[in-house]
């Protein structure tokens, strides 16, 4: 069975095609290996090209049907492509396991909270990416008003990238 396969393949760590006990041990042990596994098979039912990894349209595909599964809004295409983008380290315009299993508590982007590409950040932008990333994350309008007026240093009534990583440090 090709779900078999890949995952003594995810365990073999020397590629002799036996799982040694300390290859075992230590694929028990990681936090990351049971995340490793579990994109390897969601890879192996979306990979519908047979690429070994996950396309853009494959990617989206995943995340939709999460979505739906989770009776959730699925996030617009841009959001989604711009989180495929950055997590396709090499820029292949492809996502192996590898890029997918890779830590997620990146630096937060102000560009992505940045809609319109001005270079600042206004609470509508703010209260529109806290949407489409999450209800979990979702904050009333009057919060994010109080969140841009406490650290717009410069007095614009919007946040510089700057302004709005000392906000994101102090109220999150």
Known sequence: DRAVKHAVDAMDADHSGAISLTEYLHFALDPRAGKRLALELIRMHYDTDNSGTFGFIEFKKYLQDQAAADNATPPRV????????R???DRNLQLSVEEMAAPT???LDPGWFDLDGDGSITAEELHTMLYEVGG???MDMERL???VADGDADGTGTLSYDEFERAVNRHW
Request: proline share 5%; charged share 30%; no cysteine.
């Open 105 to 107: 508590h990146r630096p």
């Open 136 to 138: 979990q994350y979702e």
């Open 78 to 85: 841009v959001l989604l492509y711009d989180i495929f983008r």
């Open 87 to 89: 997590l396709d380290v």
């Open 145 to 147: 008003l109080r969140v």
